[in-house]
């Protein structure tokens, strides 16, 4: 039974990384942190290290679903956190869920490719989460190079947002890490306008694991129903002092210091 002072439960669909910086362990203490508690579902399993990924193996779409199924059943979820999807029936499996739950909001970061650039999409898992996954998302966290190529954009991080909008995502966050300007600029569209920008300090290392900090923690700001502009604005904070303190645990990319 749940009792009056339960946290909210966000329900993550993420990789498991070894490293501990992204994926399903960014979330569960990402969430924690922001006063959730993660009830998390491994998409796929991943080989991979501080540098980048080498190879990965998604979980059978069958299990995800029961496994997805017991828990909806069983615990009342305020929001869904989606990250790395690895497969076109991974993204249908979950696109069943969501239809059975069209009440819950859908915090979807859509992971394509690796901190080291390895893709982690194939093009029949972007023709599924065009179709399927981004038309049934509250706010949409890619980073620009995420949101040029979902929507084959060359040039403008805008007209690709608005294009996200138009296709059903309806709040999305254009993270601005990748921009080669001296100051990063994050910005929210809603309704094909912009309407919020966020501005921080470029920091001068790379990180493992800070969009699935940053979406895990706006899923459990969501579920507190706080609003999107400052949903994005207290996980971007957060995001931002977890880089700042990130930590040199293996030889690559830093890892957000979430503890
Ligand atoms: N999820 C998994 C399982 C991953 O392996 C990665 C990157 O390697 C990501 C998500 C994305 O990580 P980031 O937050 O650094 O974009």
New binding site residues.
């Given amino acids: 039974m749940s009792s009056q002072h339960s946290p909210p439960i966000v329900l993550c669909f993420?990789?498991?990384?070894p490293t501990g910086g992204?994926?399903i362990q960014?979330d569960i203490q990402a969430i924690s942190q922001h006063g959730c508690h993660p009830a998390p579902i491994i998409t796929?399993n991943?080989i991979?290290d501080t540098h980048n990924?080498s190879s990965f193996q998604t979980v059978d779409e069958h299990f995800i679903l029961k496994q997805a199924r017991a828990i909806l059943q069983d615990m009342p979820i305020s929001a869904i956190k989606i990250?790395?999807l690895g497969s076109g029936q991974v993204a249908e499996a979950i696109y069943t869920l969501l239809r059975e739950h069209p009440q819950i909001p859908v915090i979807y970061d859509p992971?394509l490719f690796?901190?080291g650039g390895s893709s982690?999409a194939q093009k029949n898992l972007i023709d599924a989460i065009n179709s399927l996954i981004i038309p049934n998302t509250f706010l949409l966290t890619p980073n620009i190079p995420e949101a040029l190529h979902l929507t084959s954009q060359k040039l403008s991080a805008e007209i690709a947002a608005q294009h996200l909008n138009n296709l059903g995502a309806q709040h999305v966050l254009v993270t601005g890490t990748h921009a080669r300007k001296a100051e990063v600029v994050h910005k929210l569209y809603h309704r094909m306008k912009c309407t919020a920008s966020f501005r921080y300090k470029r920091l001068e290392h790379e990180?493992?694991?800070?969009?699935?900090?940053l979406a895990a923690s706006a899923a459990a700001l969501i579920a507190q129903a706080i609003e999107p502009v400052n949903a994005c604005q207290n996980a971007l904070d957060y995001t931002y002092k977890t880089l700042l303190r990130a930590e040199a645990l293996g030889k690559g990319q830093l890892i957000p210091n979430r503890r």
Avoid: F, I, N
Wanted: hydrophobic share 40%; aromatic share 4%.
């Fill in positions: 993420s990789g498991l990384d992204a994926g960014a796929a991943t991979q990924v990250g790395m992971v690796a901190g982690l990180y493992h694991g800070s969009g699935c900090t």
